[in-house]
């Protein structure tokens, strides 16, 4: 029926209404798509994770450098010969088994060692971190029935961190940006060409960070989603067993303490349970705080009476992914505080963006009108 002057007609809804989702999808993956290409987030969390797995790694290959022919070399009962018709089958290479030569394993041994220690100290991290990658790897699949969760953490995650720019904090490339921060390249982009790359680079490592994040999820939520079905933790006596294994006990004798404490090992058993479920959705919110603190002391534990440092090592590092940029920047502070040094307010270089833990330069405070001619007003006036 058409309107006549009598007949009221219907108040439109407003844009951001009902009436309009696809305005309200197209507008969340807009803000997506900037979060993930704007700028890379967490740069001081993974050059923890590069610090951290680079001297975890380390201190392992210095660890069993006594004993390296007969776990990776041409002595160990595993034959190399051995591992080739593995991979056959399984589809995995190492660069180990190239060669049945043990001045081949020696090279190959003392290459690992000085790529763990570049990979540290983030010295041309871009393609160290690719031959990080290649050395665990390397060394996983050499001697595969010898690893353990702690061997598959530390894999993946080096596979992970090729997709990072964990060098941007903390390393020697970031030294090097800052005393020269221009004329890096002999033949300059053009800017569109620059533009499209910074954005590449963006956009991976913040993918890379994301895949980081998802999983430590899945590994927590698993393991407590097992112990959940299982009776003993049901019942509050599985760490009673665990500690009663005699492949698990570095000192017997501070298990047997431990098994002593009925009450405190039902508690904590309960607890653990109850921290794994609970840990993916305890990310976005003050409440991660006290969590990754208890992780930190069941990882501890776990090190200490079951011998497995390298695993609660690998964990108590992934760990350090879900903490701001903001801790870390503070922690550095107080680091070189203890240290003696003073602060310095040294600039970024120019192809760093800053972190979402750290302050933007660019933003004056609210409640403040930047000046004209200032940079900020040159950054908001910038088409």
Not at 243 to 258: G, I, M, T, V
Not at 282 to 300: E, N, Q
């Amino acid at each position: 029926m058409p309107e006549t002057a009598n007949t009221p007609s219907r108040p439109r809804e407003p844009a951001d209404g009902p009436a309009y989702p696809a305005a309200r999808v197209t507008g969340a993956a807009r803000r997506a798509w900037a979060l993930l290409t704007e700028r890379p987030l967490s740069l001081y969390a993974v050059s923890v994770l590069r610090i951290g797995y680079g001297l975890l790694y380390l201190v392992f290959l210095v660890r069993e450098f006594p004993h390296r022919d007969a776990i990776w070399g041409p002595g160990s009962p595993w034959t190399p010969d051995l591992a080739r018709q593995l991979f056959d089958q399984t589809g995995w290479v190492s660069v180990l088994t190239l060669s049945d030569s043990r001045l081949y394993f020696e090279l190959c041994y003392a290459a690992a060692l000085v790529v763990s220690i570049l990979f540290l100290l983030g010295w041309r991290t871009r393609a160290v971190s690719v031959l990080f990658a290649v050395v665990v790897a390397s060394f996983h699949a050499r001697s595969i029935f010898m690893t353990d969760g702690g061997d598959n953490l530390v894999l993946l995650m080096a596979l992970y961190l090729t997709l990072t720019a964990s060098g941007r904090r903390w390393s020697l490339d970031a030294l090097r940006a800052r005393r020269a921060p221009s004329g890096r390249r002999l033949l300059p982009l053009p800017p569109q060409l620059a533009a499209a790359g910074r954005t590449l680079v963006t956009a991976v490592h913040n993918c890379g960070l994301l895949v980081i994040a998802v999983q430590v999820c899945f590994l927590y939520g698993a393991a407590g989603l097992y112990k959940v079905q299982g009776g003993t933790w049901g019942a509050g006596t599985a760490l009673h067993y665990v500690l009663n294994l005699d492949l698990f006990q570095p000192w017997p004798a501070l298990s047997h303490w431990a098994d002593g404490q009925v009450l405190a090992i039902a508690v904590i058993g309960y607890l653990t349970v109850l921290l794994q479920v609970a840990f993916p959705f305890v990310l976005f919110g003050r409440l991660k705080y006290p969590v990754l603190t208890m992780l930190l002391g069941m990882h501890i534990g776990i090190a200490v009476l079951m011998g497995l440092p390298l695993f609660s090592g690998a964990m108590i590092i992934a760990d350090a992914v879900f903490l701001p940029d903001r801790f870390w920047a503070a922690a550095g502070r107080l680091v070189r505080r203890g240290l003696g040094r003073t602060e310095e307010a040294r600039p970024e270089p120019a192809d760093v963006p800053e972190t979402s833990g750290a302050p933007d330069e660019t933003r004056a405070p609210r409640g403040t009108v930047p000046k004209q001619g200032s940079p900020v007003s040159r950054v908001r006036d910038r088409p």
